[in-house]
């Protein structure tokens, strides 16, 4: 009798990858990869010497004599700019570093979430944070969306039916600053009406904020963690942030901001011993001297590339293809005709090598987004967007009519 | 009504950490931390500075292109090193980089666990997998050990009890190489047995072997994952390990070599989007021309260690203190007479600035264990070793009676 070891899996585990990674598609447009040349490698080389020569025999100890919240020359680092940045009042003893925003969720989720609780996104929504919700057994419920973010009076009336169903809602998932996937810029006055409603409703908020710092038009509102600063810090609001989407995924650093009774209790379930030592050595060197400069380049190339996107979907969509035009971020939320499935569309355009994110799939509610897709600018260059979005408009053509006619012709 | 987030909390989290990190204790006894001196810093920036100049660009993608299996390069020299000294036949395609070996814990845990599982570990086992099946909500049966580690015949007869019981046992947990915290090594005729077992009981075997490469006498034997090549890969041993004990713990780099449909599965579980791409990038520059030198050197510092801490316990506490002379690692197992708690003597100890660790918590058997403690030598230097061995000795004679006499007088 041969062995399987699969057979002493647990039950209830979610499907194995498919496959091994064979590379990204070439027309990569999904994904929060950056551009390539927009890494300072001879700042971090530099950054990197200068801090393993200070600290390096410090990484014979775990956490670097710092304690499991982090290295704290990083953290202190991420205290000022927030104040400068967001108006954050946080010092480093509010901040909790991580393994990339990716464990803060998974923190946040672990610290609240017990099957069967309600929690409250945006419609449109981060697939890796819906993943989240629905593995820890929670419904997210959705609220309406426009141009500026979520709709107020719908969070309220759903915050609302879930206290009289006797099922309040634990908290309020949001990303208000370049709201993935949509781009929108959540304003002030919706700000502190969420506050109102989540103090009216006992709720908690967890503000996402990882592309606020690539918003490249318009002035970047306090993050709604600091307007409950303001209020003699309730502590409602957990906040997070990543170096990610501003200088490089692949380094996983991602920090939370927080009270002590939440971060308190998140480091008894951080069972990591600590997030790695060299990126938090590096980005404690590098940021405080680097850090706004390269964020003010990495705008402008991405607005760059966004330019490029849009004129290349205006050119080979039209009308066919309706979007706003952001105001920072690596993503457009595209609307196409509603006879097309975008899920379908992915499937087809993955063959020929354009990687995309249906909408459907990107929010709470599948059926009213079947038509919508993200498409993401940061990581190829621009004859790259222009050529895989005249193919992906060659490919929709084909196989749902729209646009109207493929090819070099005008639609 | 002011507003508390602790009521949103979730039932039965763990406790949260009593106080913010203060700084290790001077006499620091405790935990994996390695010898300051040891950080070979210059090899590192040179190593980083290579490997930055060439494929630094590819930060800007999740996974340096390696997908999330982790960096590719890495994963080639991993694999050619366990073969030439673990005896194993696993390619770079068996191997999942993780973020520190913690982490190879936590997924083998999700992986294989189910509330009300049974697993088996060595009696004295870490204290850090002790907790991880605790909170998984699992049963873990101890197995006496001897100077040579695990028991087997008493394996057997835990193995049969459960089949028995109708809870056939999911894993058997060990630490076969410089056990933590025995410091025995499994012979390899009782590795054999324990594949035999296994293979009888239809179970798994999870084999941490993250002090193996501090093996400084004597010959290492085959990984028990080698032996289980050798069958035609029945794929029954899950292997881990780790750089934290050779190179530095800071740098949060463990791995876990094993088959596809656990590779497959686990990376469904692993939702970190990779894990940190510094570390993977020095070291897989660093280790192919630096690791086996850097590996001799630092055996070498840590059996000088060793030696000091030998002799201070037989200085200071003459027969009352039992141990066997480790042939490798960090660390001694002490035996105390029969009334010392090292629970108590650990409180107190603490207040003089000594950390060590009661075997009570370090085992599955806290009455057997309760005169017991691990106490670490790697990290402090050898007058720290002397002086703190001696201060340790006063407390203990001062509460205990043992031994029988205090300060600096023949016991």
Redo the contacts between chains.
Sequence with gaps: M??????????G??????A??S??PKYNFV?????????P?DD??AA??RS??AE??????????????GYMPLREHIAKRLGRTAGMKDGA?NILMT??S??AL?LVN?????PGDVVIAEEACYV?SL??FARSGVTCRGVRMDEHGMDMDHLADILSEQKIAGKPV??IYTIPTVQNPTATVLPIERRTRMLELA?QY???ILEDDCYADLLWEGERPPAIRALDNAKEG???VIYCGSYSKTL??????GYIVA????L??M???K?????????QL?LAEYCPTHFDDHVEKMKSVLKDKCDTMVSALEENFGASAEFSRPKGGIFLWINLPENVDTVRLAEIAAKDGIGLNPGSIWSTNAEKYRSRFRICFG?PDHETIREGVAKLADICHQEFGVPLRSGNTVR
Tied chains: 1, 2.
Aim: a negative charge; proline letters at 5%; aromatic letters at 10%.
């Design positions: 041969s062995f399987e070891i699969n057979n002493l899996f647990r039950e585990l979610p499907a194995p990858v498919a091994r990674f590379g990204y994904g929060g990869h950056n551009d390539n040349d927009g890494i490698i971090f080389i990197m010497t393993l020569k390096g025999k410090n990484l014979a100890t775990y956490g670097l004599l710092s304690g499991f919240q003893e393994s990339g990716l464990q998974e672990d610290l609240l979430l017990t890796g993943g989240r634990k908290f103090a006992d709720c908690a309730e502590g409602r490089a995924p692949a380094l996983r650093v009270d002590w009774p939440v308190s209790q480091l008894s379930l069972t990591d011993s600590g997030s790695p030592a060299l990126e590096m990581h």
